[in-house]
């Protein structure tokens, strides 16, 4: 099956700073990859998403990144902002396993003003 | 438009307890998700339904969990008899599978406590 892991589990950065977590997977089968962000007492929400035919998506202060050679792809946030300090989470859908996503561990952002 | 809605959000019982939460999925998504998150750790799927057929039970412990799906809207999920390893958070989610790359919505999720 598919297999998803995650780095780092925990990331502190000043205020202003980018932040980058990464992700890797074992499937090529693999073919989505969206990324969601989980606020304490609250389930996770997506805030951005990257499908295999695509190289690079950017929205505002967030980008993700994705090399299917490598199978990793990755988390980008500039101009942290206290209020993005949350847990983050990636994930990869495989249709061939029932069309599942599999998640990764979580990061923990700390985001000190 | 509303969004994914469970409940209750918090739910406490004592080991050997039945126990059932509840989901309505976001009006017209025909794929709705059970998932577990332990504390600290990524959501791992429970069973997944398209419309009123669970097409993904395989991580469902059959012997005292079980969901049903009637008429392919609200779902509910229930664990009898419940056991200390049960304490988690459940979510459910849902999606509107017409391309095979969409992405799933999710609710506050419940919490469970088994002491």
């Known amino acids: 099956g598919e297999n998803v892991e995650q780095h780092p589990s925990t990331l502190s950065v000043q205020e202003g700073d980018s932040a980058v977590i990464k992700c890797t997977y074992s499937?090529?089968?693999?073919?989505?990859f969206p990324w969601y962000k989980q606020e304490l007492g609250k389930g996770p929400q997506l805030i951005i998403d990257?499908?295999?035919?695509?190289g690079e998506k950017k929205d505002q202060r967030i980008a993700v990144t994705l090399n299917k050679t490598a199978k990793h792809f990755s988390l980008h946030i500039t101009e942290t902002q206290p209020e993005d300090s949350a847990v983050y989470f990636c994930?990869?859908?495989?249709?061939?396993?029932?069309?599942?996503?599999?998640f990764g561990s979580g990061t923990k952002l700390n985001v000190k003003p | 438009e509303a969004g994914v809605v469970q409940s209750p959000r918090y739910k406490i019982i004592e080991k050997k307890q039945p126990v059932a939460f509840w989901c309505n999925p976001i009006?017209?998504?025909?794929?709705l998700y059970w998932y577990r998150q332990n504390l600290g750790q990524g959501p791992e799927l429970l069973i997944r339904?398209?419309?009123?057929?669970?097409?993904?039970d395989s991580q469902l412990p059959k012997d005292r969990f079980s969901a049903e799906r009637l008429k392919g809207v609200d779902s509910t999920l229930k664990i009898q008899p419940a056991e200390l390893g049960d304490s988690a958070v459940y979510l459910c989610?849902?999606?509107?599978?017409?391309?095979?790359?969409?992405?799933?919505?999710f609710g506050q999720g419940t919490r469970l406590t088994v002491v």
């Open positions: 009006s017209g998504h025909n794929t």
């Open positions: 994930a990869a859908r495989n249709p061939p396993l029932f069309n599942k996503f599999y």
């Open positions: 499937d090529s089968a693999s073919n989505y």
């Open positions: 990257i499908r295999s035919n695509v």
């Open positions: 339904y398209e419309n009123e057929e669970a097409v993904d």
């Open positions: 989610a849902s999606s509107l599978e017409l391309l095979m790359n969409t992405e799933a919505f």
